[in-house]
């Protein structure tokens, strides 16, 4: 019997109301349906208002027992001012250009979020052995084409060390959005905080670039993914991600192809 490892993390509450019935319906029915067993595992933080001035959410409040929407198997809840009084962010903000020029705030949200990627990782790393492959997906994603399974197992059976990635949103590097791969290397993609000083010395544009960086380094295949999603904000605006781009109809009609076609019709709970 196959088995998968599915991990969320960051803000999981953040929008969680909006997106559950789409990851129901194109993550976990669809793994139901291909017979494969799963077990979930969630890193959060205990936040109750999201403030992200690049989302224009300013003061959303949210709940942080949604996660229980979830029913992960095991899970860590942070405390968001532990983290942010006990990390050492000015080791980067002081040093380092910010890629996004806001004042860091981008930068910061980057950091808690590769630390939310470190911590849910510990949680299933000693049993890895038992997962055929291991997805890393934002809660806060509205998926619309349905999760490949046939796909990545089929490319799985060719290749080792891979990482699936979705072909948009790459900004010279690779889509941080989600992550599937080998159990090995999603270990490796989900602590690559570790590696955000090298990167930043180096090369230091954007977290797309850092994944890709990441991946050199440990020589991981990336390989596209047939999938479509948009972010959903915690103020329930939807957020325009680049395969809505007419520019882009050629590789959102391969994604449909290959992956399964578009469903946005889900209500929030």
């Known amino acids: 019997m196959t088995r998968v490892c599915i991990c969320f993390y960051g803000m999981v509450q953040r929008s969680l109301k909006y997106t559950l019935r789409s990851i129901e319906h194109n993550i976990f029915q669809i793994l139901k349906n291909n017979r494969i067993e799963y077990d979930i595992y969630l890193h959060t933080y205990d936040a109750s ?9 300013y003061n959303v409040p949210i709940d942080v027992n949604d996660y229980k929407l979830l029913q992960p198997t095991s899970y860590i809840i942070e405390s968001y001012d532990d983290f942010n009084n006990n990390f050492n962010f000015k080791a980067f903000t002081e040093q380092y250009k910010d890629p996004w020029n806001n004042n860091y705030e981008s930068f910061i949200n980057w950091i808690r979020e590769m630390n939310s990627h470190s911590e849910v990782t510990k949680l299933w790393e000693n049993k890895k052995d038992i997962y055929n492959f291991c997805l890393y997906l934002r809660a806060d994603l509205m998926y619309v ?22 072909p948009w949103g790459k900004y010279q590097g690779l889509n941080d959005l989600i992550g599937i ?11 690559r905080l570790q590696y955000l000083h090298e990167y930043l010395a180096t090369i230091g544009n954007n977290s797309e670039q850092h994944v890709k960086y990441v ?14 999603f948009y972010r959903m904000r915690a103020n329930g605006f939807k957020s325009y991600e680049a395969w809505k781009d007419p520019l882009f109809n050629d590789l959102k009609d391969q994604c449909i192809r290959d992956g399964g076609e578009i469903n946005d019709n889900f209500e929030p709970i």
């Open 49 to 57: 208002i999201s403030n992200s001035s690049r989302s224009s959410e």
């Open 181 to 191: 791969g080998n159990c090995d290397v999603m270990i490796v993609w989900g602590k």
């Open 215 to 228: 991946c050199d380094k440990h020589n991981v295949i990336n390989i596209d993914l047939p999938m479509l």
């Open 145 to 166: 084409t349905p999760l490949p399974v046939q796909y990545i197992m089929n490319n799985l059976c060719n290749h080792n060390n891979v990482l699936f990635t979705v």
